[in-house]
Each structure stands twice: as C-alpha cells, then as structure tokens.
C-alpha cells in the first residue's frame, strides 16, 4: 500500500518567515500526492496536488509544493508566513486501486503555529 | 461553505447505541468517501460509494456500515457504540472515482459517546 509521513508534528515560524512543512511518500508507481489543510472546527480544505509535470506545484494561499522524486519527499512551502496560515496540514497520496475505486490516503498531520 | 452538508454537527449518546450520520455530496459529485478522524488514530479513510455502488473499503468495523441512496446522498450507520467510537466523523465528495480528483471535505459530524 501507498504511504506518507510527516515527520514533524509541529512547526513553529514566525510571521514573515518562509515555512516548510515536510512529507515524504512511499509508493509503487507514479504518485498522485496532495496537501490538504484544516482550520479549526472545519473540514479539510484542498491546497494543491502533484500528478504529474512540473516538480513546484502551486497551490492555494500562495503556497507551493515540491516534488522530489530522488528523496520521495513533497515539501508544502510558503515564502512568507500569515498568522492566519496556523492550521493542521495533511499530505496526502492516492492509494493503489482497488475494485474500481480509489482511497485517498492521508498522513499524521503537522500543526503550524505561525506567530505574529 | 463547501458545498458538502454533514448532519447532525453535533451527537452524545450513550454506549450501545445505533447511530445514522448523513451527507449530501456536492452538487454534480457522485462519489462519497467516509473518514473518521481521532485524535490517537488520525484521519482514518471508511468506506467509498461511487453513484450509489461501493467501490473502495477501508478498515471499517462491522458495526459500521453505510449507503449511497439514488440521490446521492449517504449516510453512516454506527451501531453498539464503544467510547473508543467517538471521533469526528468526515464526509467528502468528488465527480468521479478518479485517483487524481480533490476532494471536497464537509465539515463534519461530532460523535461522542458516554
């Protein structure tokens, strides 16, 4: 089965900082990879996904993606961090098929604290 | 708004008990995905039905099941509830069944049981 990990539970930069949120995939094939974020009391929002094509993705809210596929990894950046950036982001793979459908697989989430 | 209407937002009950969590998919979505999402677990994927078919199966209990009815809307049946039941539960919707879709979160239905 597919995977993501998200090595870090939290990151904390302040406001104006460049952000990274790290993930790392392991998977058969070519990966399908996504971010996701959740505000509090929210469902998850999509940000960007990665299928194919260029390795930096952009997405929502000026964040941006990096797929590397040497280091299996699927960095979430932002060059400047918002206090209202704060939030629990996922990264996300599609699993393999199975009977027609498809599962989206999410890993652990890492919680941003951006500080003013 | 999302788009994706999750009801009730809100549920207590009581150990043993059946419970039903609704959705409604997006206008134009066909296929509903089920999470659940606990704080030691995480975000944890159910079940998927692709116009009114099941086509994916996550690790569900066999006291949970669900539907899609011919209007696509689903619901999640969860019977002889544990405490270890309580969770945020997640419906998500997308046009086809495609891996490479986004899905459309709504914003969820939160089970406690005492």
């Known amino acids: 089965a597919q995977s993501v990990a998200q090595p870090e539970d939290q990151v904390n930069v302040a406001e104006g900082n460049p952000l990274t949120v790290k993930c790392t995939y392991s998977?058969?094939?070519?990966?399908?990879l996504f971010w996701y974020v959740q505000y509090p009391n929210r469902g998850l929002q999509f940000l960007l996904k990665y299928i194919t094509g260029d390795n930096l993705v952009k997405g929502s809210y000026g964040f941006e993606a990096e797929f590397n596929k040497s280091q299996t990894s699927f960095h979430l950046k932002k060059p400047s961090a918002l206090v209202s950036d704060s939030a629990l982001y996922f990264c996300a793979v599609r699993d393999t098929p199975m009977a027609g459908g498809f599962k989206t697989i999410f890993g652990a989430g890492t919680r941003l604290f951006v500080k003013a | 708004d999302s788009g994706v209407t999750q009801t009730p937002k809100h549920l207590i009950t009581a150990t043993g008990q059946r419970v039903t969590l609704r959705c409604s998919p997006r206008?134009?979505?066909?296929?509903v995905y089920w999470y659940q999402q606990s704080l030691d677990q995480g975000l944890q994927f159910l079940i998927q039905y692709y116009n009114g078919e099941e086509r994916a199966k996550g690790n569900i209990l066999e006291r949970f099941s669900a539907q899609q009815f011919p209007d696509l809307h689903s619901e999640l049946n969860l019977s002889s509830l544990e405490l270890g039941d309580s969770a945020l539960y997640f419906c998500?919707?997308?046009?086809?069944?495609?891996?490479?879709?986004?899905?459309?979160f709504g914003a969820g239905s939160r089970l406690t049981v005492l």
């Open positions: 206008s134009g979505d066909l296929s």
């Open positions: 998977v058969s094939g070519n990966p399908y």
């Open positions: 998500a919707s997308s046009v086809e069944i495609s891996g490479a879709n986004v899905l459309t």
